[in-house]
Protein backbone atom coordinates (compact mmCIF):
# COMPACT_ATOMS: atom_id res chain seq x y z
CA UNK A 1 0.00 0.00 0.00
CA UNK A 2 2.65 2.08 0.38
CA UNK A 3 4.34 1.57 -2.27
CA UNK A 4 1.34 3.23 -4.28
CA UNK A 5 1.02 5.74 -2.37
CA UNK A 6 4.73 6.79 -3.10
CA UNK A 7 3.99 6.28 -6.35
CA UNK A 8 1.17 8.57 -6.46
CA UNK A 9 3.08 11.49 -4.89
CA UNK A 10 5.74 11.01 -6.76
CA UNK A 11 3.27 11.35 -10.07
CA UNK A 12 1.56 14.72 -8.25
CA UNK A 13 4.58 16.31 -6.93
CA UNK A 14 4.66 17.98 -10.44
CA UNK A 15 1.25 18.40 -10.99
CA UNK A 16 1.80 20.38 -7.37
CA UNK A 17 4.49 22.37 -8.20
CA UNK A 18 2.98 23.87 -11.60
CA UNK A 19 -0.39 24.42 -10.14
CA UNK A 20 1.03 26.34 -7.34
CA UNK A 21 2.69 28.71 -9.97
CA UNK A 22 -0.32 28.37 -12.16
CA UNK A 23 -2.61 30.42 -9.43
CA UNK A 24 -0.17 33.23 -9.37
CA UNK A 25 -0.94 36.32 -11.64
CA UNK A 26 1.50 35.85 -14.91
CA UNK A 27 3.56 38.91 -14.08
CA UNK A 28 4.85 37.18 -10.67
CA UNK A 29 5.46 33.69 -11.76
CA UNK A 30 8.28 35.63 -13.93
CA UNK A 31 9.56 38.99 -13.49
CA UNK A 32 9.51 41.34 -15.72
CA UNK A 33 10.54 45.13 -16.17
CA UNK A 34 7.38 46.06 -18.14
CA UNK A 35 5.28 45.55 -15.23
CA UNK A 36 4.88 48.80 -14.20
CA UNK A 37 3.91 49.93 -17.54
CA UNK A 38 -0.07 50.86 -18.55
CA UNK A 39 -1.37 49.30 -21.65
CA UNK A 40 0.17 51.42 -24.53
CA UNK A 41 2.89 52.64 -22.83
CA UNK A 42 5.39 49.86 -24.14
CA UNK A 43 6.10 48.81 -27.45
CA UNK A 44 8.40 45.62 -27.77
CA UNK A 45 10.40 44.46 -30.84
CA UNK A 46 7.75 41.75 -31.44
CA UNK A 47 5.13 44.33 -32.30
CA UNK A 48 7.09 46.99 -33.78
CA UNK A 49 10.56 46.34 -35.40
CA UNK A 50 11.33 50.01 -36.52
CA UNK A 51 11.12 53.20 -33.99
CA UNK A 52 10.08 56.64 -35.01
CA UNK A 53 10.07 59.76 -33.34
CA UNK A 54 6.59 59.49 -32.42
CA UNK A 55 7.66 56.46 -29.90
CA UNK A 56 9.02 59.22 -27.97
CA UNK A 57 6.29 60.31 -25.48
CA UNK A 58 7.53 62.21 -22.49
CA UNK A 59 8.51 65.70 -23.42
CA UNK A 60 12.41 66.67 -22.95
CA UNK A 61 13.95 67.06 -19.65
CA UNK A 62 14.25 70.55 -19.34
CA UNK A 63 17.68 71.61 -18.26
CA UNK A 64 19.28 68.80 -19.76
CA UNK A 65 22.17 68.41 -22.18
CA UNK A 66 20.97 64.99 -23.55
CA UNK A 67 19.77 64.90 -27.14
CA UNK A 68 17.39 61.83 -26.25
CA UNK A 69 16.78 59.34 -23.83
CA UNK A 70 15.43 55.55 -24.48
CA UNK A 71 13.82 53.94 -21.73
CA UNK A 72 14.51 50.11 -22.61
CA UNK A 73 13.35 46.98 -21.29
CA UNK A 74 12.60 43.32 -21.64
CA UNK A 75 9.42 41.46 -21.59
CA UNK A 76 9.52 38.03 -20.75
CA UNK A 77 6.40 35.84 -21.13
CA UNK A 78 5.14 32.41 -20.29
CA UNK A 79 4.18 30.39 -22.99
CA UNK A 80 3.44 27.56 -21.92
CA UNK A 81 4.48 25.39 -18.40
CA UNK A 82 4.31 21.62 -18.72
CA UNK A 83 1.43 19.89 -16.55
CA UNK A 84 3.66 17.01 -15.22
CA UNK A 85 7.31 18.69 -15.33
CA UNK A 86 6.49 21.99 -14.15
CA UNK A 87 9.40 23.20 -16.96
CA UNK A 88 8.45 26.52 -18.42
CA UNK A 89 8.50 27.57 -21.64
CA UNK A 90 8.91 31.63 -21.83
CA UNK A 91 9.22 33.95 -24.85
CA UNK A 92 10.81 37.21 -24.51
CA UNK A 93 11.30 40.47 -26.23
CA UNK A 94 13.09 43.87 -26.17
CA UNK A 95 11.01 46.74 -25.76
CA UNK A 96 10.76 50.07 -25.09
CA UNK A 97 9.06 52.33 -22.11
CA UNK A 98 7.39 54.89 -24.57
CA UNK A 99 5.91 56.98 -21.94
CA UNK A 100 9.31 57.17 -19.91
CA UNK A 101 11.60 58.18 -23.67
CA UNK A 102 12.06 61.37 -25.38
CA UNK A 103 13.89 63.01 -27.38
CA UNK A 104 14.94 66.89 -27.33
CA UNK A 105 13.01 68.14 -30.61
CA UNK A 106 16.44 70.42 -31.72
CA UNK A 107 17.89 67.62 -32.29
CA UNK A 108 16.27 64.79 -34.16
CA UNK A 109 18.48 63.85 -37.21
CA UNK A 110 18.15 60.15 -38.90
CA UNK A 111 22.11 59.09 -37.07
CA UNK A 112 20.05 59.78 -33.51
CA UNK A 113 17.16 58.06 -34.66
CA UNK A 114 19.40 55.14 -36.02
CA UNK A 115 22.09 55.31 -32.46
CA UNK A 116 18.38 54.64 -30.71
CA UNK A 117 17.08 52.17 -33.54
CA UNK A 118 20.53 50.20 -32.63
CA UNK A 119 19.82 50.18 -28.28
CA UNK A 120 16.72 48.86 -29.00
CA UNK A 121 17.83 46.06 -31.21
CA UNK A 122 20.40 45.58 -28.64
CA UNK A 123 18.04 45.24 -25.84
CA UNK A 124 16.09 42.53 -27.95
CA UNK A 125 19.11 40.81 -28.73
CA UNK A 126 19.92 40.01 -25.29
CA UNK A 127 16.28 38.93 -24.47
CA UNK A 128 16.14 36.88 -26.90
CA UNK A 129 19.65 35.12 -25.41
CA UNK A 130 18.16 34.84 -22.10
CA UNK A 131 15.14 33.46 -23.81
CA UNK A 132 17.27 30.60 -25.44
CA UNK A 133 19.20 30.38 -22.23
CA UNK A 134 16.22 29.42 -19.90
CA UNK A 135 14.21 27.19 -22.41
CA UNK A 136 17.52 25.42 -22.84
CA UNK A 137 17.96 24.55 -19.37
CA UNK A 138 14.23 23.05 -18.89
CA UNK A 139 13.55 24.98 -15.88
CA UNK A 140 10.35 24.42 -13.17
CA UNK A 141 8.31 26.95 -12.89
CA UNK A 142 8.49 26.80 -9.37
CA UNK A 143 11.99 27.79 -9.38
CA UNK A 144 11.14 31.58 -10.21
CA UNK A 145 14.74 32.40 -7.97
CA UNK A 146 16.65 30.75 -11.06
CA UNK A 147 15.18 32.24 -13.89
CA UNK A 148 15.28 35.86 -11.75
CA UNK A 149 19.34 34.94 -12.22
CA UNK A 150 18.95 34.17 -15.48
CA UNK A 151 17.20 37.64 -16.49
CA UNK A 152 18.91 39.68 -14.43
CA UNK A 153 22.34 38.11 -15.90
CA UNK A 154 21.14 39.41 -19.19
CA UNK A 155 19.93 42.49 -17.78
CA UNK A 156 23.44 42.97 -16.67
CA UNK A 157 25.10 41.70 -20.19
CA UNK A 158 22.20 44.45 -22.00
CA UNK A 159 23.57 47.52 -19.76
CA UNK A 160 27.35 46.60 -19.98
CA UNK A 161 26.84 46.61 -23.93
CA UNK A 162 25.17 49.55 -24.25
CA UNK A 163 27.62 51.46 -21.70
CA UNK A 164 30.22 50.35 -24.10
CA UNK A 165 28.26 51.61 -27.48
CA UNK A 166 27.66 55.40 -25.37
CA UNK A 167 31.16 55.20 -24.49
CA UNK A 168 32.83 54.29 -28.31
CA UNK A 169 29.81 56.01 -30.35
CA UNK A 170 30.00 59.26 -28.00
CA UNK A 171 26.24 58.63 -27.44
CA UNK A 172 25.81 58.41 -30.94
CA UNK A 173 27.51 60.94 -32.33
CA UNK A 174 29.86 58.46 -34.61
CA UNK A 175 28.24 57.09 -37.49
CA UNK A 176 31.00 54.60 -38.25
CA UNK A 177 30.98 53.53 -34.53
CA UNK A 178 26.58 52.50 -34.95
CA UNK A 179 27.44 50.89 -38.11
CA UNK A 180 30.31 48.89 -36.95
CA UNK A 181 27.84 47.68 -33.82
CA UNK A 182 25.07 47.02 -36.28
CA UNK A 183 27.49 44.19 -37.60
CA UNK A 184 28.01 43.33 -34.50
CA UNK A 185 24.60 42.39 -33.98
CA UNK A 186 23.96 40.86 -37.11
CA UNK A 187 26.98 38.68 -36.95
CA UNK A 188 26.01 38.04 -33.23
CA UNK A 189 29.46 39.41 -31.56
CA UNK A 190 28.28 41.06 -28.88
Known sequence: ?????????A???????????????????VIS????????DTITYRSKKSLDWSDFKMSAVANNDLKAHIELTFGVF????????????????????????????????QQLLDYLQLKYEISHYFAKKLEKEINSKKINAGNTNKINGIIETHI???DKALDELDSESDFGNR??????????????EI
Request: glycine letters at 8%; one cysteine or more; charged letters at 25%.
Open 1 to 9: MSRVALIFL
Open 11 to 29: LCFPVLVYGQAKNLPKWER
Open 33 to 40: EMTKAQEG
Open 78 to 109: VKKANVWTGVTTIESYGGIRRDLSWVNPQYKS
Open 156 to 158: NGR
Open 175 to 188: AEIIDKWKQKILSE
